[in-house]
């Protein structure tokens, strides 16, 4: 059965998702956090949980890109953030079965970015993550411990087949372990299941990397009082770290000065 989603947004802080919710189901895990009041760009992430609007970068500089600790404004139709070297539009609307956003930044030709759809996701012990069987799949160093086999010295990442690279299995949450690892697949949809509960999400962009980014963390991160949290969060860019980002990695801002994506959530399963 098809069920729209009420979406919540809060544009002083961030532009960030706060609820995403169907019938008597919220999606998005959330946190107290209130240093979140007074960040501002430039500052260590603050993790409030919610969707958070993470560009030009994920990890490295600025922490969790240059978007969230911005006020969003709304103008006509959209919202809107200004930073430094690009603006992003956002315009959020609800469908029969979900919700779309629709993205366009501007930016100087050739400017590289990476944008997470960084959604922290409250899901059971009991969940998993389906996407395509055998899609290539990036590891970063902090899952070096939990492979078959040894780390290459130097390497930013490994890489292997979806649902288990490198002998690690992902698309089963589980209960906490006290592990977090991060990993970037080469997708452009994923459905999440919960017991009888539905989550897709999917991103379409002309001519641009297309990932489903996994931030699987039970009760592994920070280091000082860690919590559970998984992000599940479609992606431009093949790479956490914008830094790292080799050839078609990033996202790439053509002569036209515009790049545009849409997001698309729904309710019914579109497994891969």
């Excluded at 995403?20 to 919220?26: A, K, M, V």
């Excluded at 895990?29 to 969707?51: K, Q, T, Y």
């Excluded at 979900?98 to 501007?106: F, K, N, Q, S």
Aim: net charge negative; charged share 25%.
């Amino acid at each position: 059965m098809s069920v729209p989603l009420d979406i919540v947004t809060d544009l002083a802080h961030g532009g960030r998702w706060t609820s995403l919710r169907t019938g008597g189901r919220e999606w998005l895990w959330r946190r107290e956090a209130p240093e979140r009041e007074g960040v501002s760009p430039g500052d260590p992430f603050v993790d409030a949980g919610g969707l958070e609007e993470c560009i030009p970068t994920v990890r490295g500089i600025p922490d969790h890109g240059d978007a969230w600790a911005r006020p969003w404004t709304r103008e006509g139709d959209s919202d809107v953030v200004h930073c430094d070297r690009f603006t992003l539009a956002r315009r959020i609307r609800g469908t029969t079965d979900g919700a779309e956003a629709d993205y366009v930044l501007t930016a100087d030709p050739g400017f590289r970015f990476v944008w997470a759809a960084h959604a922290l996701l409250d899901l059971s012990d009991g969940a998993s993550v389906h996407t395509r069987d055998g899609a290539s799949t990036r590891l970063f160093p902090e899952a070096a411990p939990l492979l078959d086999r040894a780390w290459p010295k130097g390497a930013a990442w490994v890489e292997g087949s979806w649902p288990a690279p490198c002998g690690l299995r992902l698309d089963r949450l589980g209960p906490d372990d006290g592990t977090a690892v991060g990993a970037v697949v080469d997708a452009s949809g994923c459905c999440v299941h919960d017991h009888p509960d539905r989550l897709s999400l999917a991103l379409e962009a002309d001519g641009q990397p297309m990932s489903i980014a996994l931030w699987r963390n039970l009760g592994g991160f920070p280091a000082v009082y860690p919590y559970r949290s998984t992000g599940v969060e479609p992606m431009l860019g093949r790479v956490f770290d914008l830094s790292e980002a080799g050839p078609g990695d990033a996202a790439r801002v053509p002569a036209s000065g515009e790049v545009r994506w849409r997001l698309t959530l729904t309710t019914t399963c579109r497994c891969p």
